[in-house]
C-alpha cells in the first residue's frame, strides 16, 4: 500500500525560522523595546484576531492596498461555542491583523475614558497579508513581524517632531551609521484638498495616489526604470482637466527639490493655505537639529486613515540604499470612528518599521558582525520613566522639542526620560500626565 508523503513545507509566503536568524531578530526587538521605553512609551499588545468590521470602508476608507482588500487579508469566521461546542451563539467574521495602527485605534476607544493622555505606547506584533503569491519576495512574505510606536491624544507638531525623533534614535541604536537616515515628508491633507478642488472622484482619487506614491518612490531609489510608465499614465488620468489642474498635479507629482520652493508656493499655496508654510517650518526644524529630512508631496502614503504629516524614512548606505523601512504620520480621524460615544476626532501620530527589512539594514550596517555584548536595564515597576522633561515654551512648538531633545541625546545613562509634547504652559495636564505614570521627577529645559 502506498503512502502519500506528509507535506513538511509552510504556506508560500511563510516561514519556519531557527537559530542565528531568529537570535538577530531577537536582539533588534530587545533594542527597540528598550529604546521606547527610555523615550517613556509602554507596550501594547493586541490580539492576532479583529474583527473584520475593523477594517471596512466605513472606518479605514478605500485603498488600492492589501489591508482594506478582502483578497488582500486572511479571512475566517470566529465561532463562539456554547458549553461543550454543542452549539454555537454566532460566528463573527474576523481577519488576521494585516497591520497594527487599526488595532491600536481600536483598543484607545476602548479605555479612552480611564487614560490620561497623551498616552505613548508601542508594540512589536506578527502580521498576515494575503499577498499575490507570484509578487513574493525575500521583503515580502505573507507572515511578518511590525514595530510601531504611536502617540495618541494630542495634536501638536512636536508629537509629530517626537515620533521622527524615535525613528532615527532607534535606527542608530541598531547600528545605522550617522547621516545615513533619511526621513521625506509630505502633507496628506494637502493632496486631500487638490484632490477636492479638482472634482475628482474616489477611484480617481486613489489612482492618482497610487502614481504620486510610486514616484516617490522611484526618486528615493525605488525601481526608478518605472518613472516614464507612471509618468505616463498619470497624464492620462489628467487628461480631461483643466490646465490649471494639470499643473498643479505635475507640480506634486514630480517635485524633486527637496523643500518648499518658490515654485510650489505660487501653484499650490492657495489650495490648502499654510499647509506648505508649516511643512517648510517642519523640514527646517528637524534639519537644524541634524536630521536629514527631505520634503517631497509625492509621499502620500496609502492608508486612508492619514490625514496630515505623513512621511516615509529610507537608510542610504555608500554601497546600498533601503528605501521606505518605516512610514508614518498623522492620523486624527481613525480612532472616533470605534467610540461609540466619545470624541469623532482624537489626534495621534506614528509610525511602523518591518522587523525583516530592519534586519537586512542590520546586516548591511556590520551590527551583527560587531557582536554586541553590552547589558541592558529592565524595569518592571508601574513608572513608565525617570524624569518627565518639558520644554520651555518659545511659541514654536516643534523647535522647542527638538532643542529640548537635542539636551537628552547621549546624556541619559540608563535613564528613562519622556519628553512632553503636549501644551507646554498646561501645568494642570502635565501634572496629571506625570501623576498617571507616576514619574517621580519633572523638570523644564
Not at 516617490?216 to 525601481?223: L, Q, V
Not at 492619514?306 to 521606505?324: C, H, K, N, Q, R
Amino acid at each position: 500500500m502506498s503512502h502519500t508523503p506528509r507535506n513538511t513545507q509552510p504556506f508560500v509566503g511563510t516561514r519556519d525560522r531557527f537559530g542565528p536568524e531568529l537570535r538577530q531578530r531577537d536582539y533588534a526587538q530587545s533594542v527597540l523595546g528598550q529604546y521606547a521605553h527610555t523615550r517613556g512609551y509602554d507596550r501594547l499588545e493586541v490580539p492576532a484576531l479583529e474583527r473584520k468590521a475593523s477594517f471596512s470602508r466605513q472606518v479605514v476608507g478605500a485603498s488600492p492596498w492589501p489591508e482594506w482588500n478582502p483578497k488582500g487579508v486572511f479571512e475566517l469566521d470566529v465561532p463562539d461555542y456554547g458549553s461543550g461546542h454543542t452549539h454555537t451563539h454566532q460566528n463573527t467574521p474576523a481577519v488576521l491583523i494585516p497591520e497594527g495602527t487599526v488595532s491600536v485605534a481600536r483598543w484607545l476607544a476602548s479605555v479612552l475614558p480611564t487614560q490620561t493622555l497623551p498616552l505613548k505606547v508601542f508594540y512589536d506584533l506578527p502580521c498576515w497579508r494575503n499577498e499575490a503569491v507570484d509578487t513574493l519576495s525575500q521583503g515580502k512574505a505573507r507572515e511578518f513581524r511590525q514595530f510601531g510606536a504611536e502617540i495618541l491624544g494630542v495634536a501638536s507638531a512636536a508629537a509629530d517632531a517626537e515620533i521622527i525623533t524615535f525613528i532615527d534614535g532607534a535606527l542608530h541604536a541598531l547600528g545605522a551609521p550617522e547621516n545615513s537616515v533619511r526621513v521625506r515628508i509630505s502633507d496628506v491633507g494637502l493632496f486631500r484638498a487638490l484632490a477636492e478642488h479638482s472634482g475628482f472622484e474616489e477611484t480617481t482619487t486613489i489612482a492618482v495616489k497610487e502614481c504620486l506614491d510610486a514616484l516617490a518612490e522611484c526618486r528615493a531609489g525605488k525601481d526608478s526604470d518605472r518613472v516614464t510608465d507612471l509618468s505616463t499614465r498619470l497624464d492620462a488620468l489628467l487628461a480631461n482637466c483643466p490646465a490649471e489642474t494639470v499643473e498643479r498635479w505635475r507640480a506634486m507629482a514630480h517635485h524633486d527639490s527637496g523643500d518648499v520652493d518658490s515654485h510650489l508656493l505660487a501653484t499650490l499655496d492657495d489650495v490648502a493655505p499654510g499647509h506648505l508654510e508649516r511643512l517648510a517650518s517642519m523640514a527646517h526644524a528637524l534639519r537644524k537639529a541634524g536630521l536629514n529630512a527631505v520634503v517631497d508631496l509625492g509621499v502620500v502614503r496609502s492608508h486612508e486613515y492619514y490625514t496630515g504629516l505623513a512621511f516615509e524614512v529610507d537608510v542610504v548606505l555608500p554601497d546600498a540604499s533601503f528605501v521606505e523601512i518605516a512610514g508614518g504620520g498623522r492620523y486624527d480621524h481613525l480612532i472616533g470612528h470605534f467610540a461609540s460615544d466619545g470624541p469623532g476626532k482624537v489626534p495621534a501620530s506614528g509610525f511602523a518599521f518591518g522587523i525583516e527589512r530592519l534586519l537586512a539594514v542590520m546586516d548591511a550596517c556590520g551590527t551583527f558582525a560587531d557582536a554586541p555584548t553590552h547589558q541592558r536595564a529592565h524595569h518592571f515597576g508601574p513608572s513608565t520613566a525617570d524624569r518627565l522633561l518639558i520644554p520651555e515654551p518659545t511659541g514654536d512648538p516643534v523647535g522647542d522639542y527638538l532643542r529640548a531633545h537635542a539636551s537628552t541625546t547621549g546624556n541619559s545613562n540608563g535613564q528613562r526620560v519622556d519628553l512632553w509634547v503636549g501644551e507646554a504652559t498646561d501645568t494642570d495636564a502635565i501634572h496629571r500626565y506625570a501623576q498617571a505614570r507616576q514619574i517621580p521627577e519633572t523638570a523644564s529645559c
